[in-house]
């Protein structure tokens, strides 16, 4: 390989290296409440450089403008304690206001004979109707992580098809599968959802963390996709 070859390859990873650091950031919001830990990396040079730099994209600047500003509120365990709520009334619990993290929920899967080859099934027209947990696209992606060697770890009982899932794969992806094979992916198992996903959370939010999370996914996801 010659020089500029060379530069171009360097190059490519270390953008997506980039893109995979932004979807398991996305993941790690929906995956659970919101620690201490979390907050100081956030809060800190290097994390507040990484929400900067997202917010350069005018599509994204809103939603990090609005997770800034309710992290830098993050400065004691009630503030926290009330943002744990937040979540656990959005994710954790059934009801009325609670909002779905399962893509299986929102869309039906036909895709159990597809591959990594996502183009051919992304063709398909999915409908709203509901499914039952650990359905078809539970299966699915389940499928996806074993043939990527990779393992839902056992302290998040959670099907394959929940967000924070999906979004680590993404992650995942970026640094070992072509581009056409991470858009087919977005397009077929993302985007036939997220924008109704996004809608809930929006209307049940009792705070503004994680409507701003769901809309920085989702502007994230079409940013991918038109770029």
């Known amino acids: ?43 800190s040079a290097q994390g507040q450089s990484f929400l900067s730099a997202l917010a350069l994209e005018p599509t994204l600047a809103p939603s990090i403008k609005v997770i800034s500003a309710e992290l830098a509120q993050l400065n004691s365990k009630e503030s926290l304690l009330e943002l744990a709520a937040d979540f656990c009334g959005l994710f954790l619990v059934d009801g009325q206001t609670s909002v779905s993290p399962y893509a ?38 389940t499928e996806f992580l074993t043939t990527s060697n990779m393992q839902i770890h056992s302290d ?47 209307k049940h939010d009792a705070g503004h963390f994680y409507t701003a999370v769901a809309e920085l996914t989702l502007a994230w996801s079409k940013l991918e996709l038109n770029s």
């Open 156 to 202: 998040f009982p959670e099907p394959a098809d929940h967000i924070a899932v999906m979004l680590a794969y993404l992650g995942h992806l970026c640094l070992s599968a072509s581009i056409d094979d991470q858009i087919s992916f977005i397009e077929t198992y993302l985007m036939t959802w997220l924008s109704h996903f996004t809608q809930q959370v929006t």
């Open 104 to 141: 299986g929920q929102y869309i039906t899967n036909d895709l159990s004979n597809s591959d990594l080859s996502y183009g051919e099934a992304a063709k398909d027209k999915r409908k709203a109707d509901k499914v039952q947990v650990f359905g078809e696209l539970h299966q699915s992606m």
């Open 1 to 43: 390989m010659n020089k500029i070859a060379k530069e171009v390859s360097s190059e490519l990873m270390s953008e997506n290296q980039a893109r995979a650091v932004v979807y398991n950031f996305l993941s790690s919001l929906f995956a659970k409440e919101v620690n201490q830990d979390l907050v100081s990396q956030l809060t």
